[in-house]
């Protein structure tokens, strides 16, 4: 059997020759940390009643590092004393040749160590008194030297005050023989190996108690980050609303999808360069559903179905451009036109993803961000079915009451902006963009003509920085963001009665 660890067997060695002993004395004399003596009396003490152990309270002096410099340098009021020549010296000067005048003046004035007199517009300060005996220095330097009873208590609590010193609570254990007192302890095992088990010596070995109030070790796992929480409720809330999720794992789309399937015109000032970052290698993209193709291009320059579309040349080098997507309505694009394809039948889609413009960078816009994006897909849906959809889903947010305001996008008629109002912030702010899909989208996908789609879409930096009390994006997102805050950021749970984190906003 293996022998106790050395700290252990010293600690019983010490004990055999001595009646009693204090751990705090025991952990000067081996020369180790306090706190490795108390473990090693634990681990005595789950042995069995080697040692008899007590708690013990002590009441430690120690100065502050202030307080040290003050032992070595003397007090604020005895440096001042010391600045002050035998001839005098302008309080302009003194200020300038001492640092932290302050404390030291004005306890040297009330000590009647110095005096000022009046010159001109300055002053003139000079000694009142021949020498001057530092007391506090004295005091500090006995305290250091492990002399503190020398220094009576009131003065103690004056330079508690002062910031000078500080009062320790130390507990300690007193040792003395328990009643199964030995020098010579198995060390009981903490495993039972397949060798016990197989030679059967697990029969005579000790085996240590468990122990039930040791605390776990920290599991050094991942954290989610802010967005990625907020993620996961607005997940929840589609889901408890019957959405399905739509794959929205290609952050690079065409022209095609991202704007002319969605009746977005080619010379919508939105394709420009400024606001979409286009992709020069591929550059692109050139399978597309030829039939479907047609159509879109028959829409867009000559119209149809009742309507009189762009008048304008359609040209698919334009359609074929590569590019960051600008938004998930996108992928809402290709997923109804495979609805279409594939028989129709009334759907519900989400997603939250992300998508990248060309902006100018600054505390609350950065070129990329997250969108959180519902469509639902059914026969002869109207507005009032997206208004009455729209507060259900912020319903679920905490957010109950809403305003709609008339907006456009060249995919859907009409189009409204949503607001809602935030008791914490106190007024209306914008929280998403909504419409009914235009015919001329949904009719050259194939989709029947009693059919309608509403959709709605929102940011998710937005509610998270709101959420979370942040109003700098770039404390949310990109390489300067504190790790630590991701790591301390509470699980995200919007509230259910209530308005959207009226309990963290410290805007
Ligand atoms: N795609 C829109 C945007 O980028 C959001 C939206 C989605 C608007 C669906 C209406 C319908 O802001």
Redesign the pocket.
Known sequence: TEMCSDLTERVLLYLDGHERVDTLHLAVLFRVDHQKVIGAVKSLQAVGDLVSVEQMVHKEWKLTDEGRKVAENGSHEAIVYKAVPLQGILLSDLTNNVPDLKIGFSKAMSYGWIKVTKQGKDSLVTRKVESITDVVQEHLRDILTDNSSQVDDEHKQVYCKRKLLQELTIRSYQLTKGKDFTISVEKAQSDLTVEMVASGSWREEKFKPYNLDALGAPLNCGHLHPLLRLRAEFRQIFLEMGFTEMPTNNYIENSFWNFDALFQPQQHPARDAHDTFFISNPQISSHFPPEYLQKVKQVHSKGGYGSQGYGCDWKIEEAQKNLLR????AV?ARMLYLLAKEGFKPSKYFSIDR?FRNETLDATHLAEFH?V?G?IADYSLTLGDLIGTLYEFFNKLGITKLQFKPAY?P??EP?MEVFCYHAGLGKWIEV????I?RPEMLLPMGLPEDVNVI????SLERPTMIKYGLNNIRDLVGAKIDLQMVHNSPLCRLEKNGTLGTDVIQM
């Not at 998403?432 to 419409?435: D, E, K, M, Q």
């Not at 959709?455 to 929102?458: C, E, H």
């Open positions: 600008t938004h998930t309505t809402s998508v969108q994006e469509v996008n995919y859907t189009s998403g963009n909504s419409g899909f959709a709605w879409g929102l």
